[in-house]
């Protein structure tokens, strides 16, 4: 079970923001983030906790510590206004977070 | 270039059935796990199934165990979502996506939108 917060965030271009993700058992750092905007697919941004994806730009981080995971924004442009997700594939079943509306204040 | 194509998606009454299809394209299909992902209108994401690169390894979500199946075929480089006894809540759009290393999903198709209504 993941729980993701804040489900909604409001923020302004060029803030630093913070998404949590809170597992109720230990993932061994097996989570993912994923940004998806209106109207399309998911995109991966981050596996294993911290490490980036190719292609996606290096404002965007992940951490963990226990089995707390944050996904940080740092210096937020326009295109980040959409959707994110976690998503912990440690073990079957696959479960994903919430998911948190990032939205322009 | 990985490309995933979802296809099968229409208007179905409750209790019918539909089979969805996935073909994908760029990458060495059968190296890789594969994965439906469904989202109902407005709402968040639900991991529906997983197939192993060989297909014998599968795992279902509680909600559809008993009513879908998950396959591929590897030499057409397409998996396959059967679905039956559907509920009107199966309506989402289902996407089919790639899994990597441990089980990320790197790439996503587009997604077909399944609606269950009579």
């Known amino acids: 079970q993941l729980t993701q917060s804040p489900s909604t965030l409001s923020a302004s271009v060029g803030d630093r923001v913070t998404i949590s993700c809170r597992a109720t058992q230990g993932l061994s750092g097996w989570l993912a983030w994923y940004q998806q905007k209106p109207g399309q697919a998911p995109k991966l941004l981050i596996y294993?906790?911290?490490t980036l994806e190719r292609g996606v730009p290096s404002r965007f981080s992940g951490s963990r510590s226990g089995t707390e995971y944050t996904l940080t924004i740092n210096g937020l442009q326009p295109e980040d206004f959409a959707t994110y997700y976690c998503h912990q594939y440690s073990t079957y079943p696959y479960t994903f977070g919430q998911g948190t509306v990032l939205e322009i204040k | 270039e990985v490309k995933l194509l979802e296809s099968g998606g229409a208007l179905v009454q409750p209790g019918g059935s539909l089979r969805l299809s996935c073909e994908a394209s760029g990458f060495t299909f059968g190296g890789d796990v594969m994965t439906w992902v469904r989202q109902a209108p407005g709402k968040g994401l639900q991991w529906v199934s997983s197939?192993?690169?060989?297909?014998?390894?599968?795992y279902y979500a509680d909600s559809v165990k008993g009513r879908f199946t998950i396959s591929r075929d590897n030499s057409l480089n397409t998996q396959y979502l059967q679905m039956n006894s559907l509920r009107v809540d199966d309506t989402a759009i289902y996407y089919c996506?790639?899994?990597?290393?441990?089980?990320?999903?790197?790439?996503w198709g587009q997604g077909t939108l399944v609606t269950v209504s009579s």
């Open positions: 294993a906790a911290s």
């Open positions: 197939i192993s690169g060989s297909g014998a390894t599968i």
């Open positions: 996506a790639k899994g990597a290393g441990r089980g990320q999903l790197d790439y």
